[in-house]
């Protein structure tokens, strides 16, 4: 497949998605310092504790019961817990960042880390039995996240979707010229070729897939408080992604794809080899997407955060500026990544869906 | 601290799974069907205005040569009605001609004829009025004459004097 046309005609596009981000960048860049300095003089001051860029990292990437906006201001999110007496709702402000237990109409509820509610015995001590038998479903800080992207995806496409119904036959304008063109790569590039004649039907589940990840990456990759999630990078995301693929490519499947699995062309006394690395192949396909958008992005949140951490690890302003550099290609880069793995996903969906669906004759 | 990040919790998955199907259902409804069908009917439009287009064009080119077929058709139509009618005129002139001639040689013969007949009628007539007149003379003469019967016998006698007998 020939993809060049795409770039060099949608270069102009391109270029403003990419000024828009390298400002969103260097405002990244500029706030994790700000917050990350405040989480080192906090510990400074509680003690000659040594700055650990582990734990910073994988808190950032991590998911949270609250999003964090500014210093120690964060948005509380609304705990919902399944318990074996019931539902309890309340928000997670209650437990003011882990230093508190809450009271719930339950049991009493401790947070550890930050993510892990925990129920605490009569005796003050964490209860694991009990813990056990609670499900959490709390809107945490990727749940929030996603709410919000896929509030800002429906209004975005419909009032593109308007647009289009507004301006009739017309050549497409504003916001639509944006979309258009990647709608248009999405359906002449990534569908038809790999799905055949049948792609319209696969269309609103490959777009959704591809803006979903790609609008989600960009999200992630915004360092202030809308953004920040690291969605995409969670590996829950991405298996809901691939569960979803799975389930499509496997519903879909006629039966060339289905003889294919389970009587292969092969002597028969080959069948007990065959079928199970037949079946793998089924669950490696989805399992691979899964794996390659997490370990995508989230390699890529490390790394920025990491560079970042230099400066801190090296406890010296001297390293900023080439740290600072390294961050902005990261930032770039990145932006690149996030296009790039939205497409893949999407790609190779559409080409699991076209082997699916494939007629031979 | 634990960094359990390759291991899913069920709370996101849970959420995860109603957010992007909820997401791909209203998208599917809103936004994509309707995006899709415009672009299709925009591209089905820009074929058709574009194969309009080209059969309006073949249609230009089709009729210019038949215009300009017709205008040679014309032209030869033109010439060969110049050409029948400065023909017919020469014809018309010469027979015009003949016709006058003849016409006129007619009319001459006629002419002559009834001059001829007129002279003839009028040779008639003055025959008849000269014999009349002669008559009439003679008798008159005779009738005084031959008032007296010698000079009847005198005539006689003169006029058998006159007869030779040969």
């Keep these: ?361 | 601290m634990s960094f359990d990040i390759g291991n899913p919790s069920y709370g996101l998955v849970f959420w995860t799974l109603i957010a992007f199907l909820l997401l791909l259902v209203l998208l599917r409804k809103f936004a994509w069907k309707p995006i899709i069908q415009a672009l299709n009917e925009r591209e089905t439009s820009i074929e058709n205005a574009l194969a309009s287009a080209e059969k309006a064009k073949e249609e230009m080119a089709r009729l210019s040569n038949e215009n300009e077929q017709l205008l040679k058709q014309a032209r030869v139509e033109r010439d060969t009605i110049l050409k029948e009618a400065k023909e017919l005129k020469d014809q018309i002139v010469t027979d015009a001609k003949v016709q006058a001639q003849t016409e006129g040689a007619k009319l001459i013969e006629q002419a002559k004829k009834e001059i001829d007949d007129q002279k003839k009628r009028a040779m008639a007539e003055v025959k008849n009025q000269v014999s009349s007149l002669a008559i009439d003379i003679a008798r008159t003469v005779l009738q005084k004459e031959f008032e007296d019967n010698k000079k009847q016998e005198a005539l006689v006698a003169d006029l058998l004097k006159d007869v030779k007998l040969n």
């Design chain 1, 1 to 361: 497949m020939n993809f060049r046309h795409f770039f060099n005609s949608k270069k102009i596009t391109f270029t403003a998605i990419f000024v828009v981000f390298a400002i969103f960048s260097t405002v990244r860049a500029a706030n994790s310092i700000s917050v990350d300095s405040a989480a080192v003089v906090a510990q400074g001051a509680h003690g000659e504790e040594k700055f650990n860029p582990t734990e910073i990292i994988m808190e950032h990437i991590s998911d949270a019961h609250d999003w964090h906006i500014w210093g120690d201001l964060s948005l509380p999110l609304p705990i919902i817990l399944y318990t074996d007496k019931g539902f309890e709702f309340f928000s997670s402000g209650q437990f003011h960042h882990g230093t508190h237990d809450y009271e719930g109409k339950h049991y009493t509820y401790r947070l550890v880390d930050k993510k892990k509610i925990w129920v605490v015995g009569a005796n003050g001590e964490v209860d694991e039995a009990a813990s056990g038998r609670v499900w959490d479903f709390s809107i945490t800080k990727n749940v929030a996240s996603m709410f919000l992207s896929v509030f800002i995806l429906v209004l975005l496409f419909s009032s593109v979707a308007r647009t289009y119904k507004k301006r009739e036959g017309k050549a497409p304008k504003g916001f639509q010229s944006l979309i258009e063109p990647i709608i248009l790569f999405v359906r002449d590039d990534i569908a038809k070729p790999n799905i055949g004649h049948k792609y319209a039907r696969f269309m609103p589940l490959l777009l959704t897939i591809f803006f979903f990840i790609w609008f989600n990456n960009l999200l992630g990759l915004i360092p202030i408080f809308p953004g920040a999630a690291n969605v995409t990078g969670n590996i829950a995301t991405t298996l809901v992604l691939a569960l979803v693929v799975l389930v499509v490519v496997n519903v879909n499947g006629n039966k060339y794809y289905w003889k294919h699995i389970l009587m292969p062309d092969v002597p028969w006394w080959l069948y007990p080899i065959m079928i199970p690395v037949e079946l793998v192949g089924v669950i490696s396909k989805p399992f691979a997407l899964m794996i390659r958008l997490f370990a995508n992005i989230t390699a890529g949140h490390i790394v920025i955060l990491s560079l970042i951490s230099l400066i801190f690890v090296f406890q010296s302003l001297a390293v900023a500026p080439i740290s600072l550099a390294f961050v902005l290609f990261m930032n770039v880069l990145e932006l690149l990544v996030a296009f790039l793995q939205a497409f893949i996903f999407t790609l190779l969906t559409s080409l699991f869906i076209g082997m699916a669906i494939e007629e031979h004759h």
